[in-house]
């Protein structure tokens, strides 16, 4: 019955929120009401706070605010013998506990502040990884936003032994879920188990040790209610839409292993605000009406083998993970995965030797579907830690191939064969480097299995245009060489296709609306010369992709009336945006930054700001931490402008883009761009070069300041007048 | 029909209801059919029903137009209550903006700056007072308004309030509704039954969307939302050895300051001189469930009650306002030592005292009949007490703001919940069983016989008035005892949101909380965009006022199916019955019925609910949706 859940649950709470008071009480009086308290590297201050109530915890003073809404939060104990009803109380109290235990967290932070792991994989002898950075939230959001994670499952507590444990986290990897780890159990935890179990933990493969108590399962909903302000748009304080959006959008659930205490409850409770059920492992009482969750709130008594299934049916979540016949697990959770040098069975290019992969089209009878040989000798004749010559050939065939789309295969090579476990793979064409592990090779994996899953993935992934595919692996020194030669010369071909389109050529653009699930007013218009925002997607891809799946994300917008050159408005594209963003935006122009800009899910990879002293833009990508010369860091422009709005002085953009022709070319184009990270410049710097001297400056990339010269305005503006920076001669901006 | 009811033992050897009523024995058969007319003096007209007598008046005005002249003079006399009830409520509200009634305040500000709100009033640079002046003052309009049509009509889905305007059946002002009903039963002026029902309609939406509804939202602002709270219910919580006063009656305005003078340490000092133990209040009929749903006040019992309060000795003032009290009160009185007062100008009785209450006044008077039941309880001395039953734990407070906060908390506060509950089965359907006592039914077997069998079928089932009272004596307003009579689907939600399987929403204005929730049930989506979509049905199993019938034609107007027991005023009528129960679904999507067998109109509620499932496609079992990424973008 559930007024026992809702009983315990309320006591839970009250000990948690008076256990967290007195921290509070003590922290105030060792470090003083001015203390400055947070999580590391967010803009979201304490997120669920935050989110819910708008109030920014920045100091130990600011949470007796937070302290005071607890206690008007917090509800009687629920009355024995006659109660009054208590599932809207019941649900106050699991806020109380998350904003109580938020508030414990950043005490710990403060007192503690090397008991987490900023990285995404804790070092060597350390475990538990605390609350994400926002560049971790914008890095592993976009997964959620592309559904490559379709969710996650909070897994509290432990299971009953290592094995199990074990099973059950690599049965949510192959469901691509997220799994975040808290709490314990007889005296271990999930994470501690899945690490004496030998597994890889972090969040690249997608096992996230959050820390050892409840209270850190406010890491994940803290997760939950980032991912709804940055990617949903929505204000802080803005609860109710927060909640739904959570409900709506993030397929999440909490697993319980393990005696449920008065504490899990109170968590549960929480979670259930956000529309995430629990399931448990032990016979607690059952909540099965439907309403404040999609379905049932709590389903108990799970059999472990069951319970990763049952949990993500509760959730109402559809995973579509097609079963590849080869000997270890597989998918995208595995992507992440290292191989370290002692791990390692078999290696092939990262210039140890040579390696290629090449996907090339053939008319239909020249494939035999199916067909996967593997040219010399596979892992079963070779010895422990070879450095072989590798090269794959995928040949496909099909009515609706094109010689397009080769490249597109082409590089899911990459993503195919890194989601295999025990199976490390980096770079693509003929700078591969592959790994396999020796647990790999225990378990039976051949090189042939590599051929298995491209077989699969590509007629899973491009039905609609492929029937045929084929798989030769060769690892004999003089027929990889003779591969790579061939490929080479086709790969040139290829590029100077690709990089000789210009937007003028085509009359049709394509629409990428994948981030809907999450941005729902947000439309990107990819065209030759301005590559999706996240840097994922080309006009070829998208123009593949449409081919692909006629109906998906991926439109064709036909340009239409040039409305105005200059800025890039098209008739066909303002038609469709307004469409598709049901009516939210009017205008937008595909080349600038100030006037109607394109929107920003919140997946984009660097922002530009219009910098006005300079008379220039800046712009910063996603991995660059600091202060920029506008006032903001990377993480609060991202959540500013993210979420599908149109804030014109800002932009977001790929990489890729800022050496694209129409780059900023409203606003005057790169001459424009006045300062960005060190790191962003010397990434891109080759192109960089090129672009600048087909515009006739070529020394332009030393006029760029970046932060060795200032992350202020005033501290640019001297810098850019001695170098003679183009853009302070240039036309006003504003 | 006997009393059946376990009473106290000096009840037998009174005269009370129940035999004055097999005195009456036999009654009228023209005044039951409804078909006696005395509107004018060339009457008293009656038809003959069996066709063999006279079929018309002298006026020519045959079966149907008589009995659908009598049928809407009902409807006015009882919307005259009600709203007369809600002009009350805003006159005080006014006097205590004016601070002109000391003892009141205003209790819940958030009420009224929402209500404020929603009237389109801006309330940022008002005081409280000022902006509960304005409240008052435009509900004070609502009743004189001449042309217009009545604010809260607003608050029906769009598709009720087009059907309304589409029929010509949107009332202008209250008062003018009851007027113009009462005018069109002149002799020789509205005399096509149709026509006269279409005025029933006005006249019954201007109680339901109108007095009640204002009644409802001012006694919030004065005296809160209700809250869910514990209290008892049955003759024990009258106590042996406290002061006893019981407010009976309909209008909170006078019980709340008893309640606030009971509390004074001063009066309870003088209780304890002259030997009780403290101060107790209970109450009866609408007047304890409005005392109830705010304070957790005891319910001693409903309508039939009244008289075997009386005779439990243990009654020592009995403080009275308006509507559905017996003029026989002070007679049983007088063998007891119970003083009966009266409380209102409007509602006198012979051989009670009358202590006329003012809001300027109120406090004062308050203080003065707890005083006057403290010299009484000293009459009491010696003279048997004979509290029969138990006492019964329930839990009442609903409103529509507390059902959505209890279903979702602060954060996620909706009818989510439910509307996914009834669309899932798990509730079949809501219904709202209502309405009084009536002593040709044996006490409360008619409310308890629907109830029962309604929440054994899954019905999440609604009540105020005498009805829930009957509901809360059997156990069915306690959220453990009440689920033994549940079937599993509601018996899982009422588990899982720790609520009763019957909620207690109040008074007989209250129900108008029913229509407003069950807009808010359209509205949170699922259930079809009409009143007349929804799963629901209403019902009176023992209705006797006149006031029932207006509650009756305003669930029908707004597209309710609504069932009545006991009898019906029109059944002499043919053409008349046959639109009221048949035709008139055709246009308002809502039609009466009429079944004295409280099983079988049990069954006609839920042979209705399940009609409306099928109609909405929610009959059968669904498959569970599981989402995959492509169905939330299209979200």
Redesign the interface.
């Known amino acids: 019955m559930s007024k026992i859940i809702a009983a315990a649950a309320i006591r839970g709470a009250h000990e948690i929120v008076s256990e967290a008071r007195k921290k509070w009480q003590q922290a105030m009086d060792k470090h003083g009401s001015g203390a400055e308290v947070g999580f590391p590297e967010t803009a979201y201050y304490l997120p669920i706070i935050y989110g819910l109530s708008g109030l920014p915890v920045r100091k130990l003073a600011d949470m007796e605010k937070v302290f005071a809404i607890c206690e008007r939060l917090l509800p009687e104990p629920v009355y024995q013998k006659v109660h009054l009803p208590y599932l809207g109380p019941v649900l106050d109290a699991g806020m109380a506990t998350l904003f109580a235990e938020e508030m414990a967290e950043a005490i710990t932070y403060l007192e503690h502040p090397d008991f987490y792991s900023p990285e995404e994989e804790a070092p060597e002898g350390k475990l538990w990884l605390g609350a994400a950075s926002d560049i971790i939230l914008r890095k592993r959001g976009i997964e959620f936003v592309d559904g490559t994670a379709p969710g996650f499952a909070a897994i509290v507590g432990a299971a009953p032994e290592e094995k199990i444990a074990a099973r059950i986290a690599q049965e949510l990897q192959e469901k691509n879920l997220y799994v975040f780890m808290c709490a314990g159990h007889q005296g271990t935890t999930f994470a501690e188990q899945l690490k004496a179990a030998g597994m890889q933990l972090g969040w690249p493969v997608r096992l996230v040790p959050f820390g050892p108590d409840i209270s850190q399962a406010v890491f994940a909903l803290g997760f939950a209610v980032r991912a709804a302000m940055s990617f949903g748009g929505i204000q802080p304080g803005e609860y109710r839409k927060i909640l739904i959006y959570n409900k709506d959008r993030i397929f999440a659930f909490v697993i319980a292993l393990g005696e449920v205490t008065d504490r899990w409850y109170a968590n549960a409770a929480g979670a259930i605000n956000f529309g995430f059920p629990t399931i448990a492992d032990s016979d607690i009482p059952q909540i099965l009406p439907t309403g404040v969750c999609t379905y049932e709130h709590v389903v108990s008594g799970v059999p472990h083998d069951q319970i990763v299934a049952r949990a993500v049916e509760v959730r109402g979540l559809k995973v579509t993970v097609s079963k590849i016949p080869i000997p270890v697990p597989y998918g995208p959770a595995f992507e992440g995965e290292r191989i370290r040098k002692e791990d390692l069975f078999v290696e092939a290019g990262g210039t140890k030797t040579l390696a290629c992969e090449w996907t090339s089209s053939l008319p239909l009878n020249q494939v035999e579907d199916g067909r996967i040989e593997v040219i010399g000798p596979d892992l079963d004749s070779l010895p422990e830690g070879s450095q072989i010559p590798l090269a794959t050939l995928v040949q496909v065939a099909g009515r609706e191939m094109q010689e397009d789309f080769e490249p597109i295969l082409e590089r899911h090579i990459h993503d195919y064969l890194n989601y295999i476990n025990g199976v490390m793979h980096i770079g693509q064409r003929d700078i591969v480097w592959l790994r396999i592990s020796k647990k790999a090779r225990e378990k039976g994996l051949l090189l042939k299995h590599l051929g298995v899953v491209l077989h699969a993935k590509y007629h899973e992934v491009f039905a609609n245009i492929l029937d045929k595919v084929q798989v030769k692996i060769y690892t004999e020194e003089a027929a990889v060489k003779q591969l790579v030669q061939q490929a080479r010369a086709v790969w040139t071909k290829r590029d100077e296709r690709l990089a000789g389109m210009t937007d003028e050529e085509v009359d049709t653009f394509y629409s990428c609306t994948l981030c809907q699930s999450f941005a729902p007013t947000h439309v990107c218009i990819v065209t030759p010369e301005r590559t999706g925002l996240c840097g994922a997607f080309s006009w070829l891809d998208c123009r593949g992709s449409n081919r692909i799946n006629p109906k998906g994300p991926n439109q064709p917008v036909k340009k239409g009336a040039v409305l105005n050159q200059k800025l890039g408005q098209f008739e066909g594209c303002n038609n469709f945006v307004r469409q598709a963003s049901r009516g939210a935006i009017e205008k937008v122009s595909i080349y600038s930054l100030m006037v109607d800009p394109m929107t920003t899910c919140g997946c984009c990879e660097c922002v530009a700001v219009v910098l006005p002293m300079c008379n220039g833009i800046m712009t910063v990508h996603r991995d660059y931490k600091g202060e920029t010369p506008c006032g903001m860091k990377f993480t609060t422009l991202a959540g500013t402008i993210g979420g599908g709005r149109q804030t014109p002085g800002f932009l977001g953009h790929s990489k890729f883009n800022i050496t694209q022709s129409k780059y900023l070319a409203a606003e005057g184009g790169i001459r424009r761009l006045v300062w960005m990270p060190k790191a962003l410049k010397e990434e891109i710097m080759d192109r960089l070069k090129k672009r600048a001297a087909e515009i006739g400056l070529p020394d332009l990339p030393e006029k760029i300041a970046d932060e060795t010269v200032g992350v202020t305005e005033e501290a640019i503006l001297p810098f850019l007048q001695e170098k003679k920076h183009p853009a302070l001669e240039m036309e006003p901006i504003m | 029909m006997d009393n059946q009811f376990p009473s106290p033992a000096g009840s037998a050897e009174l005269e009370l209801c129940w035999e004055r009523l097999a005195r009456q024995q036999p009654q009228c058969g023209f005044g039951q059919l409804g078909i006696c007319c005395r509107n004018c003096a060339m009457g008293p007209c009656r038809i003959d029903p069996f066709g063999e007598g006279p079929q018309l008046g002298v006026c020519g005005a045959d079966a149907d137009t008589i009995t659908a002249r009598n049928f809407l003079r009902m409807v006015a006399v009882g919307a005259s209550a009600h709203s007369d009830h809600g002009r009350a409520v805003a006159e005080t509200l006014i006097k205590v903006a004016r601070k002109e009634a000391p003892g009141y305040q205003i209790r819940d500000e958030y009420k009224l700056v929402k209500l404020a709100l929603e009237l389109g009033l801006e309330p940022k640079n008002l005081t409280v007072e000022e902006l509960a002046l304005k409240v008052g003052q435009w509900a004070q309009n609502q009743f004189g308004q001449q042309e217009g049509e009545l604010f809260f009509l607003r608050r029906a889905p769009l598709k009720r309030y087009d059907l309304w305007k589409k029929l010509g059946i949107v009332p202008r002002g209250i008062d003018r509704e009851v007027v113009e009903a009462l005018h069109r039963t002149h002799m020789g002026t509205d005399q096509e039954y149709h026509s006269l029902m279409s005025q029933a309609s006005r006249c019954a939406l201007s109680d339901g969307w109108g007095g009640s509804m204002i009644a409802t939202e001012l006694q919030d602002v004065l005296f809160g939302i209700p809250q ?3 209290s008892q219910v049955n003759f024990q919580v009258l106590k042996k050895d406290t002061v006893n006063i019981i407010v009976h009656g309909h209008e909170p305005l006078l019980s709340e300051m008893i309640v606030v003078a009971a509390e004074e340490p001063d009066l309870i000092q003088k209780a304890r001189e002259k030997g009780a133990r403290g101060i107790n209040i209970a109450g009866i009929c609408c007047t304890a469930n409005e005392i109830l749903m705010r304070h957790g006040i005891p319910l001693m019992g409903n309508f039939l009650n009244q008289e075997t309060a009386i005779t439990t000795g243990a009654v020592d003032l009995m403080a009275v306002d308006i509507q559905c009290i017996m003029q026989s009160l002070p007679a049983i009185a007088a063998c007891y030592h119970t003083k009966i007062v009266t409380t209102s100008d409007k509602a006198r009785i012979p051989g009670a005292v009358h202590v006329q209450f003012t809001e300027e006044t109120a406090l004062e008077k308050a203080r003065e009949l707890v005083r006057q039941a403290i010299e009484n309880f000293g009459q009491r001395k010696g003279k048997p007490v004979d509290l029969p039953g138990e006492e019964v ?3 009442a407070g609903f409103s529509h703001e507390t059902i959505a ?9 909706s009818y ?6 009834i669309i ?1 089965g ?1 509730i079949r359907g809501v219904a709202g069983v209502v309405g009084c006592n009536n002593c040709k039914v044996e006490h409360d077997s008619g409310h308890l016989t629907v109830v029962k069998e309604l929440v054994h079928n899954d019905v999440l089932v609604l009540q105020t008035g005498c009805s829930a009272i009957a509901s809360a004596r059997a156990g069915l307003l ?3 005892k009440g689920l033994d009579y549940c079937g599993q689907g509601l018996r ?2 009422c ?5 009763p399987p019957v909620l207690h929403l109040g008074s007989c204005v209250d129900n108008s909380r029913i229509l407003v929730a069950a807009a808010a049930v359209v509205r949170e989506g699922g259930l079809g965009d009409d009143l007349s979509d929804l799963p629901v049905a209403g019902a009176a199993p023992e209705w006797m006022s006149e006031k029932a019938i207006s509650i009756g034609q305003y669930f029908v107007a707004s597209g309710v199916f609504t069932v009545f027991g006991v009898t019906f005023p029109v059944l002499g009528g043919r053409n008349l019955t046959h639109y009221l129960f048949h035709e008139v679904e055709n246009e308002l999507g809502g039609r009466w019925a009429f079944e004295p067998d409280p099983k079988k109109m049990a069954g006609l509620m839920l042979a209705h609910i399940d009609k409306q499932r099928k109609k909405l496609g929610i009959d059968k079992a669904r498959e ?6 492509a ?3 299209e ?1």
């Not at chain 2, 588990?495 to 609520?499: L, N, P, R, T």
């Not at chain 2, 569970?624 to 990424?629: A, E």
């Open positions: 869910p709270m514990v734990d329930l839990v906060y209890l279903l979702g908390g602060m954060f996620r506060s989510r919940p439910l509307n996914d509950n899932g798990r306690d959220p453990v899982e939600v588990e899982a949101v720790g609520i569970r949706i599981l989402f995959d990424m169905m939330r973008r979200l």
